[in-house]
């Protein structure tokens, strides 16, 4: 059956997925990133289904109202990939191919190192390994300007007084042409409920270094863009040591970082030439 909105439930958490395609597909887990939702996926998923996968699109912890837990720690990237791996075991999917969105990379490329056994293939997109994101923001002058917007995140309220100030208009212009006007204010109505920026955030405000992240052995696509203002060449470049098994970079010009909603076709292209070759 396809377009289905599920609500599973894991432990007292009650995530919201969209799954669609037939569902005797191949599984194909997508996780969005900030400030999006599994709305980000909307243009992609068609292209997946048409070749006969079946996607699960999920709003992920903090994004879906039932899954929001107030404590920063529920947060922090184990945490995250643990829950995932539940969520996979709760929708009866001990297996997937896997493709996620900058915070949804961020999960991808955990759930691979330590959950291997669960993740058939990854695609990872404008984010890379951990590993190489961190070494490039201690070390690469340009990376950490680009990362300067992480600072004003980690301040619990300010952030929130900031990105919510005349209508959001901040959080908006985060977007700026790339995505449908729609689409943001798909995003910012969520984001907009009591709680559920501050559950957004608290994924930067968890973050740490100190927590290593291992290579990944299985086949791997990663997908940057160089029109991309929050990840630079160093970054993504340096990506490529963090793979162990079957690597692939594929380099979008002229793209901005939202590429799910401003590439979707090309996207598609690489995560089922990924898929297609697993």
Not at 15 to 28: K, L, S, T, Y
Request: aromatic fraction near 8%; charged fraction near 20%; include cysteine.
């Amino acid at each position: 059956m396809a377009g289905q909105l599920l609500r599973v439930d894991v432990g007292d958490l009650t995530f919201d997925v969209r799954a669609d395609g037939p569902d005797d597909g191949r599984p194909v887990l997508l996780l969005h990133g900030f400030p999006e939702t599994s709305q980000s996926w909307a243009a992609v998923t068609p292209r997946l289904t048409e070749a006969g996968l079946r996607t699960y699109a999920v709003d992920q912890l903090g994004y879906s109202p039932g899954a929001r837990p107030a404590e920063v720690g529920a947060y922090a990237l184990p945490s995250l990939a643990q829950v995932t791996a539940d969520l996979m075991t709760a929708m009866d999917v001990p297996r997937a191919d896997v493709v996620g969105h900058d915070w949804g990379a961020n999960v991808a490329w955990a759930l691979t190192a330590w959950h291997s056994d669960r993740v058939r293939s990854l695609t990872a997109v404008s984010v890379p390994h951990p590993t190489a994101f961190t070494a490039a923001w201690r070390a690469d002058p340009e990376q950490q300007e680009r990362s300067a917007y992480i600072r004003l995140f980690w301040q619990t309220g300010k952030a929130e007084e900031v990105l919510l100030a005349d209508d959001a208009r901040r959080l908006r212009r985060m977007f700026g042409d790339a995505v449908p006007v729609e689409a943001v204010d798909q995003y910012v109505t969520v984001l907009l409920a009591p709680g559920a920026l501050t559950a957004a955030l608290n994924w930067y405000r968890a973050m740490s270094s100190s927590i290593p992240v291992d290579p990944v052995a299985v086949p791997t696509t990663y997908v940057w863009s160089d029109g991309d203002v929050a990840v630079g060449r160093t970054a993504a470049e340096g990506c490529a040591d963090c793979v162990t098994g079957d690597y692939r970079f594929v380099e979008l010009a002229g793209v901005s970082h939202w590429i799910p909603e401003q590439a979707p076709d090309r996207l598609a292209v690489a995560v089922l030439d990924r898929i297609a070759s697993t």
